[in-house]
């Protein structure tokens, strides 16, 4: 017997074209030396084979859903080809992508094998042992409580669940399965057919599915985090050592938004895709520090000790330093400088206020986690002294500016993982107190000044209930702030945004179209912690520190001879090699 997969609607080739036309896999049976031809959709089968002493059972793990794939067996004897390329056109790599499959494997010492389709036993959690133990940041079953939850659970239930996008966008092969379908990007779409776009992880669903396994026991959840979980190692991470220093090992971004991917398939940009969709529309590019998410991973690797998931941890904390701190090579700094709006000026050490800076101190936190390294945190609490401070004037930061400058809440939440950590895991560093009070700082401007986002809809290119769910993020930092807040005055202005945030949020989330649209799921799973007073956050004293400024102000001697000291004529060559391959010997 052969077994066939084939293709359908968003598995275009580079010309566009299906090659597939049909769903299912191709079966050929022979029976007496007749063949017999059919398809089948959705094949889940076992191989069995035995002789008289012994015999086994073979299982491949989703097998059509990782198409295409051939399993031959016949004759007592089975071939099983991972690349299998008969299916009406070629397979088309793109670089650093990985192509994973499992077998479960069952041995018999009789030929009788009468459980071949047995999965392994579903694991029983207890979410109160998680939630006591005060391990994951802010988990508590408080979060059951809340409205939001029944949106939450459309994940599973809705006529719109994550399973059923899935099947909407036939969401299936080896470079696709496990992905999540950007069906929020379809909204106004007018064709006939579907709108293809892919999610990759942003906003981290792969954390929100663990949390909800965690907190449920419902196992559907933990089947999404393992499908994804898989896609987000073997695809979305850039695994090369080729492309650009800034590139190599990154994580790719989701498909551009309001377009469909067309040929990129997983990645963000295709040539066929359409130009100038929306203000300052790059249309090309690699991986990027706004889209690097590593909560989930780590977390992962901590429930299942799978060590692709901690090795993916570290390997992105190394590309997010490269994408931030350069090689320091002369060419490297000069980019680092004409790049400054987006990583770290190399004149004054200081960081833009911004979600890749958030994710990078994320990043180094969740490393810690996994390896118990010091140096991660001590880097953690070094960008995030350069990024804001006690003594900043906020009305500077033009946070008016919703577009280009809402990404402040996200620093904010690195901020208060890190407080967390601080308090949970590492340790009282010394730059603790003078963090938390600069955090403090922020958290009155919050409290005091912010607004929904949508009060503000004239400000936005595309106001839609995304950025209601945003809002998530400022009443988690606002809960978060509560334990910490020195004075009653604060805390009395941080108890009525938390309550005026959380009614409007809640009320216009459960009556939103968009509340079971995968970006408003994945951003409820990922900020909504519900209330955490209890949960044994503690108001550390504040320690006797200095709220100066802390740069030191800029000194060309100073960068000229650090730049001298470390110079190399080998990195500066390496570098011009890698920026500009058509200088390279042929």
Known sequence: MVVKTGYLKNHIDKNGVVPQKERGAVVFEVENQQTYTYRELRPSLAFMMADEAQGFAIHIDNMWQKFPLEVTAMSGEMDINFCETNIGGAIELQPGEIKFHSLNIALSHTPALTNAHSQPPILKLNPDIFCSANTIPWLTRSI???????IVNLGLTGERNFFAKREAVDEFGWRNFGD???????VGYKGDDIFVSHYNNQYDPLQGFLKQWVITGDAKWKQLADDLFEHI???????????????NGGFFWHTDHYVEAETATHRTYSKRQQKGVYEDHAGGGGPGSHHCYTSGLALYYQLTGNESAKNAVIKLGNWITYFFEGDG????????????AIVRNPLTGRYPLDRGVANYVNVLLDSYELTANRQYVKRASSIITQTFHATDIIAERNFEDIENTWYYIVFMQSVAKYLWMCETVYGIDHDYASIKQSFLHYVEWIATQEQPYLVNHQKLEYPNDTWTAQDLRKIMVLNVAL??????QLKDSIGLKIDSLTQYVEDK?????EKDSTRVLALIMQNNIGD?????ITNNAMLEVSIEHSTTPFSFARFAWGFIKNYSLTKELRHLLIRFPQLRLK
């Open 532 to 536: 955490i007073s209890q949960i044994g």
């Open 329 to 340: 090579t002369l060419l490297g700094s000069l980019l680092q400088y004409r790049n400054r």
């Open 233 to 247: 190692v073997n695809i979305d991470i850039y695994h090369t050592k080729l492309d650009k220093q800034e590139y």
């Open 509 to 513: 989330l459960c009556n939103s179209d």
């Open 483 to 488: 334990n910490y807040a020195d004075t009653q």
């Open 180 to 186: 999540i379908y950007a069906d929020h990007e379809a």
């Open 144 to 150: 059951t409580h809340s409205p939001l939850t029944n």
